[in-house]
């Protein structure tokens, strides 16, 4: 017996106006999106790590060029360096007549299959009267300012 007003469930639909061929048509194409989305989180949270990166490379090429222009020791502008960005990026601190340019790369995975190199770079003046000690070439001092 079915309510009055109620059309009785036929066997051939499992839902009023659905055919029973398209049963399950909505899982199947879940699962066939679903990786896709899952490869599009990744990718978008891989440029939001590098972007990240990028920034505090950035940042800590700006922390080490002051550091550099008013007379620290290239191992504490180093420290001080990858206290920011981490202890796994190369760090380059040279000086070009009176400027003091740092430069900051560190490697930054995107993705499992992938990765990028996030860079920063800076460059300040040197303070007048800042002893400077002598050495030349990339990572060091030069001497004649």
Known sequence: MTPVGRPRASSATCAP??????????????????????VVLLLALGTAGAAVAQVRCVEAAR???????????LAAVARGVTSIVGAD??????????????????RVAVAPWGALVAQGRASAWVEPGVAVPGGGGPGSWDSDA
């Open 17 to 38: 106006g659905v055919p029973l061929r398209d049963r399950g048509a909505v899982t199947a194409e879940f699962a066939v999106a679903l990786p896709a989305v899952v």
């Open 63 to 73: 922390a080490g060029a002051r550091a550099a222009s008013l007379g620290e020791d």
């Open 89 to 106: 990026a190369a760090v380059e601190v040279e000086r070009s007549g009176p400027w003091v340019v740092v430069t900051v790369k560190r």
